[in-house]
């Protein structure tokens, strides 16, 4: 994933009603009308947050008949938290590390 | 994640980040992991990383190396010099990470004494433009932090 993409994608998920969102679209495809439903948001304001997520790739919307569907895409998602692990886990590996060699020390 | 993990790194203001963490030991030993170059290499980094070069040289003026090898035989190099003593107390330092060189960040360590032989390590990092500590450390905002975990569980239901 390019840096462009990435600050995308950790834009997108910076926002509280976004990953709600990319919670519920987990489970199932949804409308705006469903998630408008579930949450205490304008239609406008669930269609912005929805935008945000298509342009970081993080969802996909198709037309169903008359609907248009909410798609999660998964990939963008898996690629941002495999490398957002990454400086989280070299502290964490590392003081762990130092947690056992303090053991030993005398 | 372990739940005892007392890690929490943060972002305060536009050019720093936090990394504080929390040891079951005094503050002499910890001083001593943190500063002995071949202790320092049996910890700094994750296992899959090698520690194949350690130099701190913990006087005024002094420089520390860093070079960390991956499976893959790719080498990360990081360097800088430190400023006053090294003390438990406060340590200086500049860092570099010399796949991107020019771009020196100003450490500081402090070791406070909890009781009990316990030790808590707080680092400040602090950087010369947003953009640079951005680079280091996008991954570390709270918010996406915070983001995190609700991740783990929107990939575990998909």
Known sequence: MSDDQLDLVFGALADRTRRAILARLAHEDANVGDLTALFTMSQPAISKHLKVLEQAGLISRNRQGTMRLSHLEAAPLKDATGWLADYREYWSESYARLDELLDSLD | MNVTDTLTIETPGAHAIT????????????????????????????????????????????????????????????????????????????????????????????????????????????????????????????????????????????
């Open chain 2, 19 to 158: 990394i504080s963490r929390e040891f079951d030991a005094p503050v002499d030993k910890v001083f001593r992991a943190m500063t002995d170059p071949e202790l320092i290499a049996r910890w700094m980094g994750p296992k899959y990383l090698t520690n194949t070069e350690i130099v701190n040289d913990a006087r005024h003026g002094g420089t520390w190396k860093l070079v960390q090898r991956d499976p893959d035989g790719n080498e990360y190099a990081f360097r800088g010099v430190f400023h006053g003593e090294q003390t438990p107390e406060l340590s200086m330092r500049t860092f570099e990470w010399l796949g991107m060189p020019g771009h020196v960040s100003f450490e500081t360590l402090r070791l406070v004494d909890l009781g009990n032989g316990r030790t808590r390590a707080d680092n400040v990092s602090v950087f010369t433009s947003q953009e640079d500590r951005d680079g280091m450390a996008t991954s570390m905002e709270s918010g996406v932090i915070e983001g995190y975990e609700r991740l783990d569980e929107i990939l575990e239901a998909l």
